[in-house]
């Protein structure tokens, strides 16, 4: 339920192999040390399992059920409806077209710029760290509160049509317009998650040994043969966690759309997870919202290998 | 490597490349200064925008507004605090968030040490179990907690099967529940504690120490860093949270900042001054908090690493 990212790939072993192994401990099976170890452990284990892993079982049951929570009978089994229903479902067809577009029009650009600003940030001069800070506070503020602020920005008096309205240019209204709206918040959420994406590429650049740029100098490689043959196989590791993380978050996407657009016009911002917040908080469809979550669910991790594998290339 | 020899070796590495390419030191610096000047005052101007916004009358509101208001007012600020109950909603994120501090630095820190320094079979399944549950998708365990967070038994009305009444629904309790241990917290609390020295609890445990108290005086006081940035991780991460505390509650004495906002929208004509002046202040405490930790934020993010 929180926004805590999983660890990036430095984390457990440096891309350049820089951590050591850890020293070898104890092995004693069930010592007195053991014993504690498992009782340090319990309460935190016992709670992440029931509220984490308990509720991924239970949906995956109620999707497989019809279930109103303002009834007081419980779940009534269906099988696979759900699913099948949702084959057919044109609306849940548009609201994955648009998580699919949405992903895919700002995890590219996204990229490749936080990747030239991690480039621009990674030479040492002065007040450099002020640049990294200042670029990093759209990701400190709440996704909600960067809602507000964009919704005045789109706003029939806003900043941008101020801007136009300098050139001459007829106001638009950005929100409301169905063909607009999605490249609209698309903006945004490129604008906001730049400064996290340029943090983490940074530290994957410092991460590639120095020594790599050295040879390849010595090989008297140019500056284009340089980044496409010792940066980016070095950045591999986070440029893939980066990858992975963003479509995990985009595929999620839902503040944004609730302040911005409440899913309109005519249903071109309704991403998959406000659907689901729909049906299940405002038709009180649980199991068919669940089988959403779990198609959702299926997809997310599906895209992710996808991508990985493609990040990764043909290495081995 | 520490950052210093890493900044010394980058800047060599620079200085190599330009000597190779033949191009006067600073030449292409000045460049990309002032291209990162551009980018970073493209990405600022949003927010010079709210804070002008949060000072501008309501009458000077529309039409074109200047980045400096003629007559700045607090005005937008008093409505949103009182007319809009953003002071009630500060208090509350701020309970949530102070309870999810405490729980966090608390548990979650002792289950990273335990699984870092207190080995036990199948200690490593049992790990990477509870680490993975980060990777799950808020919409997938979204209803299941819901309905799970309605049927805790014996409050909100119910028995003890968790029947009749409504559970933690619509109460604070009800917001902090999926954030009492994040596993992300266990993870860097595993990390740290798997660099700290074996020979301090060794010397300890000689001396008779209990294990409880090893941990809490001798590793915990070592452990300052990784409580810094496990406190701002939890802290920002309720403080910041939207859709769960959207659903988990209906009125408005229990709402977190981040709806309280959103309420706003609510009544169809947006007041922008208002709106702002909520945004400046429901953000204000995690950029002071980002202010006086950027360290903390900006490496214990990027490296996983919490080392002083």
Redo the contacts between chains.
């Keep these: 339920?929180?926004?805590?990212?999983?660890?990036?790939p430095?984390?457990?072993s440096?891309p350049g192999g820089?951590t050591p192994p850890?020293?070898p401990?104890?092995r004693r099976?069930?010592s007195r040390?053991?014993?504690?170890?498992?009782?340090?452990?319990l309460?935190?284990?016992l709670?992440?399992?029931i509220?984490?892993?308990?509720?991924?079982v239970?949906?995956l049951i109620?999707s497989f059920t019809t279930y109103s929570?303002l009834s007081r009978s419980g779940p009534e089994f269906t099988g696979v409806d759900n699913y099948t229903d949702l084959l057919g479902d044109a609306d849940f067809g548009n609201a994955l077209l648009v998580t699919g577009r949405y992903v895919l029009q700002v995890l590219p650009i996204t990229v490749v710029l936080a990747l030239g600003?991690a480039l621009?940030?990674?030479?040492?001069?002065k007040g450099v760290?002020l640049?990294?800070?200042?670029?990093?506070?759209?990701h400190?503020?709440?996704?909600?509160?960067?809602s507000?602020?964009?919704?005045?920005?789109y706003?029939q008096?806003g900043?941008f049509n101020?801007i136009l309205?300098f050139f001459g240019a007829p106001a638009q209204s950005w929100l409301l317009d169905s063909d607009s709206a999605l490249n609209a918040v698309s903006a945004m959420r490129i604008?906001k998650a730049?400064?996290?994406n340029m943090?983490?590429l940074?530290?994957g650049l410092?991460?590639i040994p120095?020594d790599l740029?050295?040879a390849a100098?010595v090989d008297g490689a140019g500056?284009w043969a340089t980044f496409r043959y010792v940066t980016l196989p070095g950045l591999r590791p986070m440029l893939v966690y980066v990858v992975a993380m963003d479509i995990?978050y985009l595929?999620?996407g839902?503040?944004e759309i609730?302040?911005l657009t409440q899913g309109g016009p005519l249903g071109s911002t309704t991403t998959?997870?406000y659907q689901?917040?729909t049906e299940?908080?405002q038709y009180n469809q649980?199991g068919s919202?669940?089988a959403?979550?779990?198609v959702?669910?299926a997809l997310?991790i599906g895209f992710s290998v996808l991508a990985v594998r493609g990040v990764m290339g043909r290495q081995k | 490597m520490t950052a210093s020899t890493a900044s010394t070796d980058t800047r060599r590495a620079s200085a190599l490349r330009r000597m190779r390419r033949g191009h006067a030191p600073g030449e292409r610096r000045v460049g990309s200064v002032i291209l990162l000047v551009l980018v970073t005052v493209i990405v600022l101007v949003p927010f010079a925008w709210v804070v002008s916004l949060s000072f501008t009358p309501q009458a000077e509101a529309f039409g074109s507004v200047s980045l400096f208001p003629a007559n700045p007012t607090l005005d937008n600020y008093t409505t949103a605090i009182f007319d809009a109950d953003l002071g009630r909603a500060l208090l509350n994120s701020a309970v949530v968030g102070l309870v999810t501090v405490a729980t966090n630095c608390i548990l979650a820190v002792l289950a990273g040490y335990a699984f870092a320094m207190l080995p036990f079979p199948g200690n490593k399944a049992l790990f990477y179990t509870l680490i993975s549950t980060a990777a799950i998708p808020i919409s997938v365990t979204l209803i299941p907690l819901f309905l799970m967070a309605r049927g805790i038994p014996l409050v909100g009305g119910n028995d003890i099967l968790g029947q009749g009444g409504s559970g933690l629904l619509d109460t604070l309790g009800g917001v902090i529940l999926p954030y009492i241990v994040m596993p992300m917290n266990i993870f860097l609390a595993r990390q740290f504690f798997t660099s700290a020295p074996l020979e301090l609890g060794e010397a300890a445990r000689m001396d008779g120490a209990g294990e409880l108290r090893i941990f809490f005086s001798v590793y915990l006081p070592l452990a300052k860093p990784l409580i810094a940035v496990v406190a701002i991780f939890s802290f920002t991460g309720v403080w910041d949270d939207f859709l769960w505390p959207l659903v988990v509650t209906s009125s408005q004495e229990v709402q977190t900042v981040q709806l309280a906002l959103a309420r706003f929208l609510g009544s169809g004509n947006v007041q922008y001054g208002p709106l702002m002046a909520g945004t400046v202040i429901a953000t204000v405490p995690v950029l002071i908090v980002f202010l006086f930790n950027q360290r903390s934020f900006i490496s214990g993010l990027s490296d996983g690493g919490v080392k002083g």
């Design positions: 339920m929180t926004s805590a990212t999983i660890a990036p430095g984390a457990t440096a820089a850890p020293p401990r104890r099976r069930w040390s053991a014993i504690f170890g498992l009782v340090f452990v309460p935190a284990a709670y992440v399992l509220f984490q892993l308990v509720p991924v239970y949906g109620l929570p600003l621009l940030v990674n030479r040492p001069f760290g640049f990294r800070s200042a670029l990093y506070v759209p400190i503020v709440s996704l909600t509160a960067v507000m602020v964009w919704l005045w920005m706003s008096t900043l101020e309205g604008w730049l400064g996290s943090v983490l940074l530290a410092q991460s120095k740029y050295e100098r500056r995990i595929a999620q839902f503040a609730y302040v998959v997870n689901i917040y299940a908080f649980m919202a669940s959403m979550a779990f959702l669910f997310i």
